[in-house]
C-alpha cells in the first residue's frame, strides 16, 4: 500500500514539474514530452528486434538503433522466415514467397509492395494479420534466463552429489534460497507429506520470476513480466496444476460446502467456482500491474531530466531514480515471492483432506 502511493506521488509530481516550464519553451517541451512519450511506450512494448539504445542525428532527425536482430517466424500460406532487420523498424516492406510485410506499432501485417496500410473509420488498421511466432524480445529474455536457471542449478545439483550434500561456488548463494521456499512457503502451505510434488514448480516460478524482474531492471531494458501475455501464462500454469491435482475434498466445498445449509449451497456453488477463475487472474494482474508501473515510473522521471535542462531539476530526477530503483530492486524479489506464495496456498487448498 505505502508503495502504490509513493507511486502515485511521483507520478503527480512528475505533471507538476512538466506544468512549471517557462512558456517560450512550451511548443519545444511539448516535442521533448512527446519523444518521452513514445520511448517509454516502446520500452514496455514488446519488439521483433533487440534494441539495446538509440541516437538522433540532429541534422535528419532520424533514428539509429543499435542491437542485434531477431528471426521473424510467420504462418501465412506456408512458413515465412527472415531476419527483423530488413523491416527496419518499419520503415521498410519484406517481400517473402511472393507477399509483402511491415511493422506498424509493434505488429506485422500483410500489405503491397509499396507498404500500403489502411485504416477503418475509428482508425484501426484493417490489413490482414499473419499469425506471428517470432522470436521477439521478450521470448529471447525468457530463452536467456531459461538456460541461465538451467546451468545455474544444475551445478548446483552435481555440487550436491560431489561435494557430500554441501553447495559449492554460486550454490552457497541460491541454496538458503531453496530452503527458505521449502520451509517457509511449501510445507506450510501444502503440508510436510505432498509438499514435495509441487516444490519443481514453485522453485522454477520464484527463480524464473525473479530473474526476469532483475533483467527488467538493467540496462538492456527488458519488460518481459510487463507483458501481460507472459503474466497469463505463468498464472495459467498454476490454474491447471491447482485444479488437476486436486482430490474430492477441494471440489466438495467448491459445489456442496459442508456445514451451510441446504438451501444457501446452490446459491454459493457458483460464486465458488468463480472464485476458482478469480485466483489466477489476481496472480496474473498483480505481477503485471506491479512490473508496468515500476517501469513507466522509471523511465517518467528519467525523462524529466531532458525536460528539466538545468542542474537542480536533473539533480532531483537522478535522486528520484536512484530511490525508486532501490524499491524496484526490493519489488523484484517481493513480486516473485508473492507468486510463490500464492501458488502454493491454492495447491495446499486443493490437496488438504477432510479433516482439515
Same mark, same amino acid.
Given at each position: 500500500?505505502?508503495?502504490?502511493?509513493?507511486?502515485?506521488?511521483?507520478? %503527480?509530481?512528475?505533471?507538476?514539474?512538466?506544468?512549471?516550464?517557462?512558456?517560450?519553451? *512550451?511548443?519545444?517541451?511539448?516535442?521533448?514530452?512527446?519523444?518521452?512519450?513514445?520511448?517509454?511506450?516502446? =520500452?514496455?512494448?514488446?519488439? =521483433?528486434?533487440?534494441?539495446?539504445?538509440?541516437?538522433?542525428?540532429?541534422?535528419?532527425?532520424?533514428?539509429?538503433?543499435?542491437?542485434?536482430?531477431?528471426?521473424?517466424?510467420?504462418?501465412?500460406?506456408?512458413?515465412?522466415?527472415?531476419?527483423?532487420?530488413?523491416?527496419?523498424?518499419?520503415?521498410?516492406?519484406?517481400?517473402?514467397?511472393?507477399?509483402?510485410?511491415?511493422?506498424?506499432?509493434?505488429?506485422?501485417?500483410?500489405?503491397?509492395?509499396?507498404?500500403?496500410?489502411?485504416? $477503418?473509420?475509428?482508425?484501426?488498421?484493417?490489413?490482414?494479420?499473419? %499469425?506471428? %511466432?517470432?522470436?521477439?524480445?521478450?521470448?529471447?529474455?525468457?530463452?536467456?534466463?531459461?538456460?541461465?536457471?538451467?546451468?545455474?542449478?544444475?551445478?548446483?545439483?552435481?555440487?550436491?552429489? *560431489?561435494?557430500?550434500?554441501?553447495?559449492?561456488?554460486?550454490?552457497?548463494?541460491?541454496?538458503?534460497?531453496?530452503?527458505?521456499?521449502?520451509? *517457509?512457503?511449501?510445507?506450510?502451505?501444502?503440508?510436510?507429506?505432498?509438499?514435495?510434488?509441487?516444490?519443481?514448480?514453485?522453485?522454477?516460478?520464484?527463480?524464473?520470476?525473479?530473474?526476469?524482474? &532483475? &533483467?527488467?531492471? $538493467?540496462?538492456?531494458?527488458?519488460?518481459?513480466?510487463?507483458?501481460?501475455?507472459?503474466?497469463?501464462?505463468?498464472?495459467?500454469?498454476?490454474?491447471?496444476?491447482?485444479?488437476?491435482?486436486?482430490?474430492?475434498?477441494?471440489?466438495?466445498?467448491?459445489?456442496?460446502?459442508?456445514?451451510?445449509?441446504?438451501?444457501?449451497?446452490?446459491?454459493?456453488?457458483?460464486?465458488? &467456482?468463480?472464485?476458482?477463475?478469480?485466483?489466477?487472474?489476481?496472480?496474473?494482474?498483480?505481477?503485471?500491474?506491479?512490473?508496468?508501473?515500476?517501469?513507466?515510473?522509471?523511465? $517518467? %522521471?528519467?525523462?524529466?531530466?531532458?525536460?528539466?535542462?538545468?542542474?537542480?531539476?536533473?539533480?532531483?530526477?537522478?535522486?528520484?531514480?536512484? #530511490?525508486? $530503483?532501490?524499491?524496484?530492486?526490493?519489488?523484484?524479489?517481493?513480486?516473485?515471492?508473492? #507468486?510463490?506464495?500464492?501458488?502454493?496456498?491454492?495447491?495446499?487448498?486443493?490437496?488438504?483432506?477432510?479433516?482439515?
Amino acid at each position: 500500500m505505502m508503495y502504490t502511493k509513493s507511486r502515485s506521488f511521483f507520478l %503527480l509530481l512528475i505533471l507538476l514539474s512538466a506544468s512549471f516550464i517557462h512558456a517560450k519553451e *512550451e511548443e519545444k517541451t511539448q516535442t521533448i514530452q512527446e519523444e518521452i512519450t513514445e520511448y517509454i511506450y516502446h =520500452h514496455v512494448q514488446d519488439s =521483433h528486434d533487440f534494441s539495446l539504445f538509440s541516437t538522433k542525428d540532429e541534422e535528419t532527425g532520424k533514428k539509429k538503433y543499435y542491437g542485434f536482430p531477431l528471426p521473424v517466424i510467420l504462418i501465412d500460406e506456408g512458413i515465412k522466415v527472415f531476419m527483423s532487420s530488413k523491416l527496419d523498424h518499419g520503415k521498410k516492406v519484406v517481400e517473402s514467397s511472393g507477399k509483402f510485410y511491415k511493422l506498424d506499432h509493434g505488429k506485422i501485417y500483410e500489405t503491397n509492395s509499396e507498404g500500403y496500410i489502411s485504416y $477503418s473509420d475509428d482508425g484501426k488498421i484493417t490489413n490482414a494479420m499473419p %499469425l506471428d %511466432l517470432s522470436i521477439t524480445k521478450s521470448v529471447f529474455s525468457i530463452f536467456l534466463v531459461s538456460l541461465l536457471m538451467f546451468f545455474l542449478f544444475t551445478s548446483l545439483a552435481k555440487s550436491y552429489k *560431489e561435494n557430500n550434500l554441501i553447495a559449492k561456488g554460486a550454490g552457497r548463494f541460491f541454496e538458503p534460497i531453496v530452503i527458505l521456499i521449502r520451509d *517457509e512457503i511449501a510445507i506450510p502451505s501444502i503440508g510436510e507429506e505432498k509438499h514435495k510434488r509441487y516444490m519443481a514448480f514453485l522453485l522454477t516460478v520464484f527463480f524464473f520470476i525473479w530473474f526476469l524482474n &532483475l &533483467l527488467g531492471l $538493467s540496462p538492456l531494458g527488458v519488460n518481459v513480466t510487463g507483458n501481460i501475455a507472459v503474466t497469463f501464462g505463468l498464472a495459467l500454469i498454476t490454474f491447471l496444476i491447482t485444479n488437476l491435482t486436486a482430490n474430492k475434498t477441494y471440489w466438495k466445498h467448491i459445489f456442496w460446502m459442508p456445514g451451510v445449509p441446504v438451501w444457501l449451497k446452490p446459491l454459493l456453488a457458483p460464486i465458488e &467456482l468463480l472464485g476458482v477463475f478469480i485466483k489466477p487472474f489476481s496472480l496474473m494482474i498483480r505481477l503485471y500491474a506491479n512490473i508496468l508501473a515500476g517501469h513507466i515510473v522509471l523511465y $517518467s %522521471l528519467i525523462g524529466l531530466i531532458f525536460i528539466f535542462k538545468n542542474l537542480v531539476g536533473s539533480s532531483l530526477s537522478l535522486v528520484l531514480v536512484f #530511490f525508486i $530503483s532501490m524499491i524496484e530492486i526490493l519489488v523484484a524479489l517481493l513480486q516473485a515471492y508473492i #507468486f510463490t506464495l500464492l501458488s502454493a496456498l491454492y495447491f495446499g487448498f486443493a490437496v488438504q483432506e477432510e479433516d482439515h
